[in-house]
């Protein structure tokens, strides 16, 4: 129907996720209406994803380097490890701005339904650090959920003979949120976990 | 915040119809999962579409080769011109499998308002198709709009000293829709362009 190269590119696009046959073709046919330059740099800058995107050697963070800039950064604390679910949580606690301390990105979560493992994710590593780093406590932001509190479970456990604080980010009803909105189980956690006012 | 490359692609899917920053995150870091064979695939896709396409000499709608398939294929009829606004719209029609004529894709249509003028959009070359070839039939099969509505009156127009037979698509309910949730105008074409029950 379409010209092959077209029909391949919807292709590619229906490789991504939520984008549908109609989507692809929407923006296949947007990609038709660009000029060469502003294709040759999409072509690019896929290429450079492919040619030049690595991860960290030391927290496993999507990178350029062998180390990531945050791991190589001298001003940041060392004594700190934040632990994350993907790269893309590390960008987000960064924008926040507030912590300085270095991260750790477990690529995936335990979840023995879908057969994942703990030496399937990127587990063992965090061990190491913590055995070969003067590491002081150990941040766990998960999400809470069954495969989030069984991966923060674990990780307890196999730090539990280290000395290492283990702390994990608070679970309870977002800032601005009706309480009527949110589900039983947050709200049982919010409850839970309930702080003396000062 | 990402790596140069990560961002780049962010930026590159932001310039893509109805992709915000958000989805734009979310798309390119499902990229950054792909293994480098798709990668490849993708970015080959799109310098394929840089490369390849181009219009169609006769009709102007994408294609491969000088003459696209459709205007190089002897058993259509010749003697038929579908004219419609986009490239997408000739797969759209071909995919009924109804239409064996030919195709003429206006790029555009008529908008004073928006300063597009039949100057900018691909209607010379429909006249000179007419004036050419022996065409027996017009068939406008653009979008009931105002700017519609000016293209299609304007392609009557300058056809009217040509010996050829200009039609348009029927503009009514569509088929399966409640009549109380179509627009008073499309009711009052509807009613206007009603047909005796034979």
Do not use: W
């Not at 702390?167 to 702080?195: C, F, H, N, W």
Request: net charge negative; glycine share 6%; hydrophobic share 35%.
């Amino acid at each position: 129907m379409y010209p092959k190269s077209v029909s391949s590119l919807i292709e590619c696009f229906k490789d991504l996720p939520g984008i549908g046959e109609k989507s692809a073709e929407r923006l296949a046919f947007a990609m038709l209406g660009f000029d060469k330059d502003r294709l040759t740099t999409f072509a690019t800058a896929i290429s450079d994803v492919r040619d030049k995107i690595r991860r960290c050697s030391v927290c496993n963070n999507i990178s350029e380097t062998a180390v990531c800039p945050i791991c190589g950064n001298s001003n940041r604390k060392k004594d700190t490890i934040f632990v994350v679910e993907k790269p893309k949580d590390v960008a987000l606690f960064e924008r926040l701005g507030v912590y300085n301390g270095l991260y750790h990105v477990l690529d995936g979560l335990i979840s023995p339904l879908e057969g994942i493992n703990p030496d399937d994710i990127n587990i063992k590593s965090l061990l190491d650090r913590v055995k070969n780093n003067d590491v002081s406590e150990i941040i766990l932001a998960l999400k809470p959920s069954i495969e989030g509190e069984t991966t923060m479970q674990y990780i307890k456990k196999i730090l539990e003979n280290e000395k290492v604080k283990v702390s994990k980010i608070a679970t309870g009803v977002p800032i601005g949120t009706d309480i009527e909105y949110i589900d039983t189980m947050t709200l049982e956690m919010a409850l839970e976990e309930r702080k003396d006012i000062s």
